[in-house]
């Protein structure tokens, strides 16, 4: 006999799971036992699944077929405000709701913990002495000895540490690490707004309180921060940090690199007393576990972190700072491609939130957003206190006399020389990781490249392997040639850091040097490290990519050589020239942050190229309005919309059937007057063994284009190996 169950209406919850369905599903909830935003447990078929209580129940089902509510989550529930954002950031990217809910619930919450074992950490303590260092203990005690966080869960610890958990256990019984039992929703410190306010200039003041009477409208708002490097952006915004908490709302700080995050920490100590919450890869998954619900309870005042956090539960969410706006790693390029910067101001917006976009070289959309009055402006044009601006110069390489395979001309070896004389760092800039990017047999031209991709492999020469920067995939090296047999014919083509670095510690062969590059990232903060050493002045020579670029501050350094300033010009990027002005400008903007003038040289074959004159000439403004105009007659971003199409799969031949087919069945597209371009091989045409083609699509007005893209994209049903990804405002082009 079956059990009948009699509900009314509004016992029916129209529960989003974070399976992909892709739409509510209707749930019995009893006697109103959901709110909206709840999270709940419901059975998928036999599977116990997360979900969120969306909407009223959808209605129209057999009602015996509808299931009841299994459990309801002790979470705070969902704003409504972000039920929204989630819509709305789902439309934009044309990605299903269920993957924005799943962005939204990082963190393991199907389990319920109330307490949490955590290991504490205590040096020297105990019997020590009697104790075998093996060598996993040594690797356990130099992590945590390297760590400014001492306690961890069990696992975590296991994990980050590279250690097993016996060996942890072992360390436990013999007193060294104790193991201490304390509540998961332990708070987090508070931070003092009074705590120790620095002293503003009057350049910053002005801005500062400007900024501060957007804060207290309390009305969303956009302001551009432009402020030359050095110029204190950080302290400025910090004091508008410092007025949103006296107001009692939230606040979240976006920097683009991991690696900035404990200089900025060490800020919010100093001017407030205490540490924020983090929220980044590396933060630990019960730390995540502890952030996401004091969040939501609204007891995390503020938050530092990746793009990511911008689907944190914030109660009260006031104000957010994305730091160095222009950063293209905002955008995110795998999974759900959403750009964080301009996601973060539709978050502000649904929540009478403010946004502040720091940057010294902003991207043109937020220049030309703020030009038409979008966005608010407010501009710093000079360094704080006594530091001035770099002079920059070119060195005209075609002029240079260089011996074979190598890459520091020599009046660049002089000034570096200088500062040696002079007790002063110096920084040899150069994007591109590894030692060199092409390996090639002499005896017959055979490149190694990668066999999943269309790319050649980078020899890394102090890991003695070749990486695929695509894939990852490594190799050993070889030295015999697959191809003609010859041995001992690889040669290594052109230069990449570790070359660099090598080729410097030959010129200055006393001189003390680090080596600054995304694939010296170990999780047991190395980097931090080297960067304390550059701080206290301990480094001559800096030898980095990128990631040397972006926001340090580097006291002793005044002399920035940038090694191949043509770099990023090559390619077909539309944006290679804002790129490479705004990369050019921010690693020389390292040099001369204190008392001494810094320098800047940039190594270039054209230096009549209008970027390099642009940067010589220091009209930032001139510099954004020649580009604007540009773009303007070309009708690309921002004066027009693109979106990338990638389709892909094992078998060239299908894909290139079913790109063909979307070509020609432009339909939806048509009506919007998009303009269509392609099928073409993609520029790299295979990644991991999938063949991609590409297809880019333009128009000149907003209005309906996803709407559009969602219709066109969905006219085939797709074999189950290929895959089509859309990415709107696309970032790059590969
Ligand atoms: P930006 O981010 O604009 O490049 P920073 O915020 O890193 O510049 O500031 C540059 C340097 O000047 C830092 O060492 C910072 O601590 C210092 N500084 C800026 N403003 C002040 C201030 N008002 N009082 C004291 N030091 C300041
Ligand atoms: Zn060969
Ligand atoms: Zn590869």
Redesign the pocket.
């Known amino acids: 006999m079956s059990k009948k169950i009699c509900f009314n209406e509004n016992e029916l919850v129209g529960v989003l799971t974070t399976e992909p369905i892709n739409r509510v599903l209707d749930y019995y909830s009893p006697s109103g036992g959901c709110r909206l935003g709840d999270f709940v447990e419901v059975f998928l078929g036999p599977r116990k699944v997360l979900g969120c209580v969306w909407s009223k129940g959808i209605g129209g089902y057999d009602p015996l077929k509808i299931k009841r509510i299994n459990r309801v989550l002790d979470l705070e529930p969902m704003q409504e405000e972000m039920r929204l954002f989630l819509h709305r950031v789902s439309n934009y990217t044309l990605s299903p709701i269920s993957g924005m809910l799943r962005l939204a619930l990082r963190g393991n919450f199907t389990s319920q913990v109330k307490t949490h074992k955590k290991v504490y950490f205590f040096s020297g303590k105990n019997n020590h002495k009697q104790l075998k260092i093996t060598r996993t203990r040594k690797r356990l005690l130099d992590f945590l000895t390297n760590k400014k966080t001492k306690h961890f869960s069990l696992n975590d610890l296991s994990f980050l540490s590279g250690v097993s958990i016996s060996v942890i256990q072992g360390l436990i019984k013999n007193g060294l690490i104790e193991e201490k039992k304390i509540p998961i929703d332990f708070s987090y410190p508070k931070l003092f707004p009074e705590y120790l306010s620095?002293?503003?200039?009057n350049e910053?003041l002005a801005v500062v309180n400007q900024l501060k009477t957007f804060l207290v409208a309390k009305v969303y708002s956009t302001t551009l921060l432009k402020?030359v490097?050095?110029?204190?952006?950080?302290?400025v915004y910090l004091e508008l940090v410092a007025e949103a908490l006296r107001l009692g709302r939230q606040v979240l700080v976006l920097l683009p690199e991991i690696a900035l995050t404990s200089a900025f920490i060490e800020k919010v100590k100093t001017r407030f007393g205490n540490s924020p919450a983090e929220w980044h890869s590396g933060v630990t998954k019960s730390e995540k576990y502890r952030c996401w619900r004091m969040i939501a309870s609204g007891n995390i005042q503020l938050v530092v972190g990746a793009r990511s956090a911008l689907y944190l539960p914030f109660k009260k969410l006031g104000l957010i700072v994305v730091d160095e706006e222009h950063d293209t790693s905002y955008k995110q390029e795998d999974g759900i491609l959403y750009n964080a910067r301009d996601m973060a101001v539709l978050r502000a917006s649904l929540n009478e939130a403010m946004v502040v976009l720091a940057s010294?070289t902003p991207s043109l959309e937020t220049w030309v957003n703020a030009k038409v009055g979008k966005y608010n402006r407010l501009n710093?044009e000079n360094r704080?206190?006594a530091a001035k601006l770099p002079e920059i110069s070119c060195i005209d390489m075609r002029l240079e006399k260089l011996s074979p395979n190598t890459w520091i001309s020599p009046k660049l070896i002089e000034g570096v020389k200088r500062n040696l004389e002079n007790g002063e760092q110096s920084l040899l800039f150069l994007n591109r990781r590894g030692y060199a990017p092409i390996t090639i047999c002499q005896a017959c031209g055979f490149q190694v490249g990668c066999e999943k991709c269309d790319a050649r492999m980078t020899l890394h020469r102090f890991r003695s392997i070749l990486i695929c920067h695509q894939c990852g995939d490594t190799k050993l090296l070889i030295d015999v040639c697959p191809n003609c047999k010859a041995s001992g014919s690889f040669n290594a083509l052109g230069p990449g850091v570790e070359r660099i670095a090598e080729e410097a510690s030959k010129a200055f062969p006393d001189a003390k040097l680090a080596l600054l590059s995304s694939d010296i990232l170990t999780p047991s903060g190395s980097i931090d490290k080297i960067i304390d050493s550059i701080e206290n002045g301990e480094v001559d020579i800096i030898i980095g990519t990128q990631l040397v670029a972006k926001?340090h501050?580097f006291p002793h350094l005044s002399l920035v050589g940038v090694i191949d300033a043509d770099l990023g010009l090559q390619g077909a990027d539309l944006r290679a020239s804002e790129k490479t002005f705004q990369l050019i400008k921010q690693v020389s903007?390292r040099a001369g942050?204190d008392k001494t003038k810094g320098i800047a040289l940039l190594q270039t074959y054209q230096p009549e190229h209008p970027v390099m004159r642009a940067i010589l000439s220091n009209d930032d403004e001139k510099f954004w309005e020649s580009e604007a105009k540009q773009r303007k007659e070309a009708l690309v971003p921002p004066f027009g919309t693109m979106a990338g199409i990638v389709i892909s799969g094992t078998d060239l031949q299908q894909v290139n059937e079913i790109s063909n087919q979307f070509a020609i069945n432009l339909g939806p597209l048509k009506d919007i007057n998009a303009k269509v371009y392609g099928p073409a091989p993609a520029p790299i045409a295979r990644i991991r063994g999938r063949h991609r083609i590409r297809l880019l699509i333009k128009v000149g007005n907003k209005k309906n284009f996803q709407k559009a893209l969602g219709s066109w994209a969905s006219q085939f049903k797709l074999p189950g190996n290929v895959r089509l990804s859309i990415d709107i405002d696309p970032q790059t082009f590969f």
């Open positions: 620095q002293k503003l200039s910053q402020g490097t050095g110029s204190g952006k950080t302290e010294a710093l704080y206190g926001g501050n903007g942050r």
